[in-house]
């Protein structure tokens, strides 16, 4: 691992649980020397990634503009805004986007006519991997080497997943055959998501997804065929304008 990841990798220490970190609990946790760690706090604090608060440090402003800047200029947020904003208007659902980066499932943006949605996971907040509608597309378009090795780092069994690898790579192999994916109550009780791909056309890879999600009752007003074909309506209407972008 280089420096420069070294130092960044101070950056994943943070989380809700931790948002005020002091020096030595960091050399610690990446088993770094006291003055490497206050080096590496140093210059992400020039950066603006991090704060100084009395002994202690807190995540910075910069990661504050920064978000600003994907919400206003991210190529898929930005061909994706007024699309999800037609499809949850037209249909009281909450929409959708969601992307896999670095081993985490996040959802990037969503659209909601409902002022307070209560859903347990909103923006920026990480999924579970492969629960729930937006993750289980994001993880099962993945190239064969990486989907095995999500499978075996990343897939804790537990009461409701205990998949071998073959029963996981099959479940992969039907959501990507058929092109999007119906969770019931895996993120939250009385809840149903339908998810679809967004496809990369020149690679084939996969650059997010988009789903609906709302009460189970609410999508017994809908036909599944015709959720899914706007969904999909939906995806490729994102694609074609991230491509015209390069």
Known sequence: MS????????LNIFGPESLVINVDDIAKKLSLSRATAYR???ELCDAGLLTRIDTSYTLGPRIIELD???RQHDPLISHGREVMADLSKSTGLTVYMSVFYDGHIINTHIE????KYGYAFGRGRPLPIFKGAQSKVLVANQKTARLKKIFEEQITPDEDYDLTWKEFNAEA????????????DELNLGLTGIAAPIISKDSDDI???I???GTTSAFELFRLDAVVERLKVATELIEKGTHLDN
């Open 211 to 213: 789903a609906f999600v």
């Open 173 to 184: 192999k039907k959501i990507r055959k058929d092109g999007f994916c119906v969770t019931h």
């Open 3 to 10: 420096s420069l990841n070294k130092m960044l990798n101070v």
């Open 40 to 42: 590496y706090v140093k």
């Open 68 to 70: 600003w800047m994907m």
């Open 207 to 209: 650059l997010g997804s």
């Open 112 to 115: 909601s006519d409902i002022k």
